[in-house]
RNA sequence: GGAGGGGUUCCCGAGUGGCCAAAGGGGGCAGACUGUAAAUCUGUUGUCUACGACUUCGAAGGUUCGAAUCCUUCUCCCUCCA
């Protein structure tokens, strides 16, 4: 049988590791506990972090014990890695919000029952540390000079760095030692860009304990040219449906660029990879196959079965291929909203459509708008009963957004 | 604490009295080409009751016929010195 190790490399995941030839050895014959730790700086958890959930999946599968390890208090203090700017401040409450949606989200990926997984605070020990304590015991162990040379400062050189973001580091490394202490975790596994803090937890156990622990870091998700996947126009690509629905969610794996396909099916489903590999393969228009594949099995985890299959059913009524509309963005309206006409702009906003009228002008001249398909030129179009065929009006804005109005 | 330099539209960054709703780039949106891809080209990118009006250049006052530009106070940031 696979070791995890050897899934995780075999899929695509493994960008660094502290001590590959230990790691590989005691993933495939210990049951090992290991930790991910997520920040709650927003009300739900992203793409972004999907990729490091999905690891963490694979390696409970092998059998191994995840914690899953909620930032509540390395999040006051906010990670510099990769920023270039510092946080804003969170307030207690909005941190205490996003955690439990966190718990919500990541639960629904991990299994958490009979003790297969945890889920802890770090709020609960770093919140009560004593300053001058710490710095003793802690802070000794680190040196100034080596974590300014860490890559992950570097950006931050030039722009500025707070006393407060420098000491994340720290923090970090203490959550490993107490969550080693605690639970003989010896294993952190995180995005690349947290290899510094990994780093730093694993030498603190060393010096501490004198004991051997281990990091592992993941390939992040980014486009080809080199900028962070999981983010969109209009900001992140949310796991929570309320942000990004279950469509959205699915319309944007379906449009990921060609070169990634294989590298997404790999890292973000759970498709054997023979599967993977030979649905990467596939060429030229042959790949939008491929793509079909990877959005409904990315939303199928995310939302559940159910929501993809009505998202695959929505995106094949939109996009040709039959199926019904049932699926598709709407909006319920009376007939006697219409009865007089309506302002075609006004009715854009109220969808979502468009954020002011001066957009929806542009839109309109430019030819990006179409009614039931018949391109709309009149911005100043008012929109009657006749405009719509079995109680339905598509508004089609651009190449790829749909939205449906239906009389009720 | 002292000296100096700054805060401009989504971001970076020009602009030192009217020609400024503000150059240029990035990003976004739309059009063309396509495969719901990438790349490329074109248009566009404050708001509105739209050939005009209104609100924007850190904040509040002031000078002026007229201010992003000048003055005053405040505030935040950066650099050098201590």
């Given at each position: ?18 001590h590959e030839d230990e790691i590989k050895e005691l ?356 929109i009657t009963l006749a405009d719509f065929t079995d ?18």
């Open positions: 049988m696979k070791s995890a190790y050897d899934i995780l490399l075999e899929r695509g995941f493994i960008a660094q590791a502290t993933l495939a014959k210990e049951k090992v506990t290991f930790y991910i730790g997520f920040d709650p700086t927003a009300d739900s958890l992203t793409a972004g972090h999907f990729l490091t959930i999905m690891a963490m999946a694979h390696m409970q599968r092998a059998g191994h014990k995840p914690i899953a390890l909620i930032g509540g208090g390395t999040v006051k203090i906010g990670d510099p890695s990769g920023k270039t700017d510092m946080r804003k401040m969170l307030t207690d409450e909005q941190i205490e919000a996003n955690a439990e949606r966190f718990k919500k989200q990541l639960g629904r990926l991990i299994d958490f029952s009979d003790d297969k997984a945890i889920m802890i605070n770090n709020a609960d020990w770093l919140l009560k540390l004593n300053y001058v304590d710490f710095l003793r015991e802690i802070g000794v162990h680190f040196s100034v000079n080596r974590m300014l040379t860490a890559d992950c400062y570097k950006s931050r050189m030039e722009k500025g760095l707070t006393f407060l973001e420098f000491n994340y580091m720290l923090l970090q490394s203490y959550d490993f030692l107490e969550l080693y202490k605690r639970y003989g975790c010896t294993l952190q596994m995180g995005g690349n860009d947290q290899w510094s803090n990994i780093l730093g937890g694993v030498e603190l156990i060393r010096r501490k304990e004198s004991q051997p622990s281990f990091g592992l870091t993941f390939n992040l998700l980014t486009t080809s040219e080199g900028k962070k996947m999981g983010k969109t126009e209009q900001g992140a690509v949310w796991l929570d449906p309320e942000k990004t629905t279950p469509y959205e969610f699915y319309q944007y794996w379906r449009n990921i660029e060609d070169a990634k396909v294989e590298e997404c099916l790999g890292l973000l489903t759970f498709l054997p990879m023979d599967e993977v590999k030979r649905l990467g393969a596939l060429q030229d228009a042959e790949i939008n196959k491929a793509k079909e594949v990877l959005a409904f099995e990315i939303t199928k985890i995310i939302h559940g079965d159910e929501e993809a299959k009505k998202a695959e059913e929505a995106t094949k009524a939109l996009f040709g291929g039959g199926g019904s509309n049932a699926n598709v963005p709407h909006s319920d309206y009376n007939i006697s909203d219409f009865e007089n006409g309506k302002d075609l702009i006004e009715l854009m906003q109220e969808t979502g459509l468009i954020p002011s009228r001066s957009e929806g002008r542009r839109l309109i001249q430019q030819g990006g708008v179409r009614l039931n398909d018949v391109q709309e030129k009149d911005f100043g179009k008012s109680n339905e009006l598509l508004i089609k804005k651009g190449k790829k957004v749909y939205h449906l109005i239906k009389l009720v």
